[in-house]
């Protein structure tokens, strides 16, 4: 069974830009989560979909959204990029009801 | 404020020997606990998860406490093995609202010296 796929695997944006994540869950896993690492950070949870809607959102400013697909599959969008936005952003998948979620292999974003 | 605290950064342990990777928590409404394991360059990999009916779990060489009482869990590696040397995350949540989400700790870098 594949795992959990990013798109793509590194991105380097300016400052006042905006990037588009995209991530593909593991085949039957309908939940969705996404957050964000930094070095002294740890992972800091960003948002959560479950069947194309919104359950749960983290801490983060309205320049961090996304939105996921009927085929699960998911995106995040950050708009007016700051410096602070660089960093490692994981997506992870989950089945229905299960507390375990497996992630990708991140996409590293760099905002010079 | 940081809801699950891993308060060493980095832990050096002989190979053969056991690695203890400690972890607290805050929040009375955590009730499932779990363990992630990360290599550089890749996303972190689900290791071993307890819940809070439990106060011990073991997979292997791998083995996590649960002392609810102190809000503080523990992975006990046995033996410790150099392929183990990694970043090791301990994450909580809870049933409903807010706590549903998985809120991890800052991780701790595990070396394990051959």
């Known amino acids: 069974k594949a795992g959990v796929t990013q798109t793509p695997r590194y991105l380097i944006k300016t400052r006042g830009q905006q990037v588009t994540l995209s991530c593909s869950p593991i085949s039957g896993h309908r939940s969705v989560s996404w957050y964000q690492q930094t070095p002294g950070q740890g992972l800091q949870f960003l948002f959560e979909y479950f069947s194309e809607t919104q359950r749960n959102k983290g801490n983060f400013p309205g320049r961090f959204s996304g939105r996921q697909f009927s085929n699960s599959r998911s995106e995040m969008n950050v708009s007016t990029l700051e410096l ?8 992870a998948s989950s089945r229905i009801y299960s507390y375990e979620q497996y992630f990708g292999p991140g996409t590293r974003l760099t905002v010079t | 404020d940081q809801q699950v605290k891993q308060n060493s950064p980095s832990l050096s342990v002989q190979e053969g020997r ?15 606990f779990l363990w992630y394991k990360k290599y550089p360059a890749e996303g972190p990999t689900f290791l071993i998860s307890i819940s809070s009916i439990k106060d011990k779990n073991e997979d292997g060489r791998f083995t996590v406490f649960l002392n609810k009482s102190a809000k503080h869990l523990s992975l006990h590696i046995v033996p410790s093995q150099p392929g183990d040397s990694a970043v090791y995350f301990c994450a909580a949540l809870g049933r409903a609202g807010a706590n549903s989400k998985l809120t ?4 701790i870098t595990l070396s394990v010296r051959p």
């Open chain 2, 18 to 32: 056991i690695s203890i990777l400690n972890c607290d928590y805050t929040n009375s409404m955590f009730d499932y």
């Open chain 1, 84 to 91: 602070g936005d660089s960093a490692l952003y994981l997506c």
């Open chain 2, 104 to 107: 991890f700790g800052k991780g």
